[in-house]
């Protein structure tokens, strides 16, 4: 079992920036993918960034030159640095992971979801 603790949320002002992190602990061989979700009440959860193991990021049209995405994989962590916000990011932020337990086990874990709120 691994577990996936995301942080860094909180109320931003129009035109600012946040870090998130996602730090991934337990049962651990390898990560794969990781990748950051979010949501807005009564909407879909949607896709916002992915990375691969080795470095190759893909991004929402909506965030493609304010959103990055990194990790760390000898800490296990991932980031998404968001800059330039908008009231339209306002959402519950989700880190999500692909997770190899063994050479044979890969399952699929998301964190508990950190608020993010854009305003004036």
């Known amino acids: 079992q691994a577990q996936l603790v995301e942080s860094g949320g909180g109320l931003v002002q129009p035109g600012g920036s946040l870090r998130l992190s996602c730090a991934a602990s337990?049962?651990?061989?390898?990560?794969?993918?990781m990748s950051w979700y979010r949501q807005v009440p009564g909407k879909e959860r949607e896709l916002v960034a992915t990375i691969s193991s080795g470095g190759s990021t893909n991004y929402a049209d909506s965030v493609k030159g304010r959103f990055t995405i990194s990790r760390d994989n000898a800490k296990n962590t991932a980031y998404l640095q968001m800059n330039s916000l908008k009231p339209e990011d306002t959402a519950v932020y989700y880190c999500n992971a692909d997770v190899w337990v063994d050479l044979r086990s890969l399952y699929n874990y998301w964190g508990q979801g950190t608020q993010v709120t854009v305003s004036s």
């Open positions: 337990g049962n651990i061989f390898r990560i794969s993918t």
